[in-house]
Nanobody, 124 residues
């Protein structure tokens, strides 16, 4: 059974930083793609960043490019989202997701497994 467990959310002032973690278990993920999504109140869940466990390029939404960095630690089965220069509009619940076919996809319905989410609140 696949489990994705996020952590690292919290309250931070604008301009601050947070690092989110997603620990994956229950399967060998070497062929998977992993994504981070976020959902603000009253809005649809949106793509933030993605990568493949096997390596290669990283992918970002335009709204976070240059501020957020997605990375992975294969030995720990963990994917990270380093968030710098945070803005109030980054406030949302952040979700980790796994995609079994290993394709970099941008729609939430294209991912197979999801974590429970972690709240990020950026105050102005």
């Amino acid at each position: 059974q696949v489990q994705l467990v996020e952590s690292g959310g919290g309250l931070v002032q604008a301009g601050g930083s947070l690092r989110l973690s997603c620990v994956a278990s229950g399967r060998t993920f070497s062929s998977y793609a992993m994504g981070w999504f976020r959902q603000a109140p009253g809005k649809e869940r949106e793509f933030v960043a993605a990568l493949r466990w096997s390596g290669g390029n990283t992918y970002y939404a335009d709204s976070v490019k240059g501020r957020f960095t997605i990375s992975r630690d294969n030995a720990k089965n963990t994917v990270y989202l380093q968030m710098n220069s945070l803005k109030p509009e980054d406030t949302a619940v952040y979700y980790c997701a796994a995609q079994a076919a290993g394709r970099i996809l941008y729609k939430n319905y294209e991912y197979d497994y999801w974590g429970q989410g972690t709240q990020v609140t950026v105050s102005s």
